[in-house]
């Protein structure tokens, strides 16, 4: 404000004195001259004194200002914790699990070819049977006496063709009588066949060693021709079937490097080997999964039934050719604009992280493979790798990365 409040005087004094010299000039008056010059050096004079002491209050001014200015703290930087985990090389033997069930290798719904009601019911479900075993029995009263009147009607028949046949040597009867005679009779030892094979049809016995899978019926009901009596399932040899995507089909059919097994979660710590027997041919329409057929030889020391739940382990070995590849955890790899992944690698000397490219493959439940961009030994990054920068350095929360 000073500056503003000396100049505008300045500049009004500075007009006076140019129109009292043209005046001065225009009038020929020196004295009128010399009076104006005289003034004009006497305001200069005050002047120059307001700007020397306008400079100088200036001066401290910014003498003042510069003084105050703070010089700025350096902040080092924050380091940040973070966990590591040592690049090792890694089991590349490729490892897949689907989800199977139990079945039966033969199950068969057991059905009495004759009619009649149940007497005799003893098998109950969950049983083990061997062959032959009784199962269930019809009351064969009705095919007993069917039996009878059968044998009968062959003794007459047999009975009637002998007399027949005498008459027939002494000519006193036709020979196309004694054939009609014996036709009869064969016709009654063909009746009294199948009235024997009713009866035996009233028994139903097992026909190998089987369990019980369900019981259709209670005892004492009458039945009919066809309907189911119990579930028999063969156990001798048990089917596991399981879904398996249509990439991996391959693998598991025709292939010596691959190996097959059940594992089962009540039977901690044990593989059963399994055996690809056969595949549906057309594929699930929603997953695009095809069905596999699996068998394994039923264990005397454990009870596994059909209904059950099994993991399948598909294990493929190592090629001799295959390349050395290290397995990280997914939080370790970060993805940059270009889609391209990297970690970040930890230098133990400086603390410092360092950005480094790989190349992943096959992605796995609890991480990925990398194929290159890392060396044996190596500390990668393996928690909040994407917050940090180039050179950043880190603190180790895991001390032990061995």
């Not at 269930?136 to 009263?141: G, I, K, M, V, W």
Request: with cysteine; charged share 25%; net charge negative.
């Amino acid at each position: 404000m000073q500056l503003i409040s000396t100049i505008e005087p300045l500049n009004e004094f500075g007009a006076t004195y140019v129109r009292l010299r043209a005046r001065g000039k225009h009038y020929k008056n020196n004295n009128l001259n010399n009076m104006v010059d005289n003034f004009w050096k006497r305001q200069l004079g005050h002047q120059s004194i307001g700007w020397r002491v306008l400079f100088c209050s200036l001066s401290g001014l910014v003498l003042v200002a510069c003084g105050e200015r703070n010089t700025p703290e350096i902040v080092e930087q924050a380091i940040r914790p973070a966990k590591v985990v040592r690049v090792t090389s890694s089991d590349m033997s490729a490892r897949r699990v689907y989800v199977g069930r139990v079945e039966a290798s033969n199950s068969i719904d057991l059905s009495f070819e004759v009619p009649g009601p149940l007497s005799d019911f003893p098998v109950l479900e969950g049983q083990t049977l061997r062959k032959g075993e009784l199962i269930a029995q019809l009351d064969p009263t009705d095919y007993e006496l069917a039996v009878e009147e059968s044998e009968l009607q062959l003794k007459l028949a047999l009975q009637d063709y002998q007399r027949k046949s005498d008459m027939l040597r002494k000519g006193g009867i036709a020979k196309s009588l004694v054939d009609d005679s014996l036709a009869y009779a064969q016709l009654q030892r063909v009746r009294l066949k199948k009235a024997r094979e009713a009866l035996s049809d009233t028994i139903m016995k097992s026909p190998f060693d089987a369990y019980v899978s369900r019981r259709y019926v209670d005892n004492y009901v009458k039945t009919r021709v066809g309907d189911k009596i119990v579930r028999l399932n063969d156990l001798h040899e048990l089917l596991v079937v399981v879904s398996i995507p249509e990439q991996m089909l391959s693998t598991v059919i025709g292939n010596d490097q691959v190996s097959l097994f059940a594992i089962f979660d009540f039977i901690p710590g044990q593989m059963f080997p399994l055996t690809y027997r056969e595949n549906r041919g057309d594929a699930n329409s929603i997953g695009q999964t095809y069905e596999v057929s699996l068998s394994m030889p039923r264990p005397d020391s454990w009870e596994i039934l059909p209904g059950m739940t099994a993991a399948v382990l598909v294990h493929q070995a190592d090629r001799p050719d295959q390349q050395l590849k290290y397995f990280l955890p997914i939080n370790a790899l970060v993805t940059d604009t270009d889609k391209r992944m990297y970690v970040w690698v930890y230098d133990e000397n400086t603390q410092e992280v360092e950005k480094r490219y790989v190349q992943v493959d096959r992605p796995d439940p609890k991480g990925v493979y990398v194929e290159s961009g890392l060396e044996k030994g190596e500390l990668v990054v393996s928690s909040g790798a994407d917050q940090l920068r180039e050179g950043m350095k880190i603190r180790l929360l895991n001390e032990d990365t061995d």
